[in-house]
């Protein structure tokens, strides 16, 4: 069993719809990070969060450590936000910055 | 600043050929790190440096691979002799404390 598990791995929507992205951990960690993969390869870091909320224009990023659960919220989506969306956590105990990566969860938003 | 710079942006080889992939972290940033993506297995770990030392090469999957960051302004990962299972996308990422910056991969073919 993988230690971070994204859902789902597909997901289509249309334009205006309202997107949440779902990670769930079984380990301990000290910070999570939510990325973007475009369709071009390149990677973004959209989000480290160690405890709470935070919120980037459309985006918000949520995070509950009793659970070991985190989502990620699209509000009004749009084309452009078409990408792979992977959830990384930093393992406690782990050698410094080692992230550990889910599969991904890859998004297609229609016009 | 430019952002992280990898180069070259693809490469194909043969089989058994010396591969070396380059990068340039953002300038001030601390840990370098390179990643290999694969559709089997998604983003990797292989190796980060903080301040120009090794911390963590437990990813490197063999002695084929060696990286090395002689300077805090440049690093490569070195593959002798390369094989067809080496094909991937390689990312180097940098970081300060904050969220990771991520350049743009080198798409590598082994044949």
């Known amino acids: 069993k993988n230690e971070v598990e994204q859902s789902p791995q597909n997901l289509t929507a249309q334009e205006g719809e309202f997107i949440t992205i779902n990670c769930s951990y079984s380990v301990g960690i000290s910070a999570l990070h939510w990325l973007q993969q475009h369709p071009g390869g390149g990677i973004v870091s959209l989000f480290m969060?160690?405890?709470g909320k935070k919120k980037h224009g459309r985006l918000i990023a949520t995070i509950n450590i009793q659970e070991k659960h985190s989502s990620l919220h699209i509000t009004a989506s749009h084309p452009r936000d078409s990408a792979v969306y992977i959830c990384?956590?930093?393992?406690?105990?782990?050698?410094?910055?080692?992230?550990?990566f889910g599969t991904g969860t890859r998004l297609a938003v229609r016009p | 600043d430019a952002g992280v710079i990898q180069s070259p942006r693809h490469e194909v080889t043969e089989m058994g050929q010396e591969v070396t992939l380059r990068c340039k972290p953002i300038?001030?940033?601390?840990?370098l790190f390179w990643y290999r993506q694969t559709m089997m297995r998604g983003l990797e770990l292989l190796i980060y440096?903080?301040?120009?030392?090794?911390?963590?090469d437990s990813g490197m999957p063999e002695d084929r691979f060696s990286a090395k960051m002689p300077n805090a302004s440049f690093s490569t990962l070195k593959i002798q002799p390369s094989e067809p299972r080496d094909s991937a996308v390689y990312f180097c990422?940098?970081?300060?404390?904050?969220?990771?910056?991520f350049g743009s991969g080198t798409r590598l073919t082994v044949v």
């Open positions: 969060l160690s405890s």
């Open positions: 440096f903080n301040n120009n030392v090794p911390i963590d």
């Open positions: 990422a940098s970081r300060d404390g904050g969220g990771y910056t």
């Open positions: 990384a956590v930093r393992v406690v105990g782990s050698s410094g910055d080692k992230l550990t």
């Open positions: 300038s001030g940033h601390n840990s």
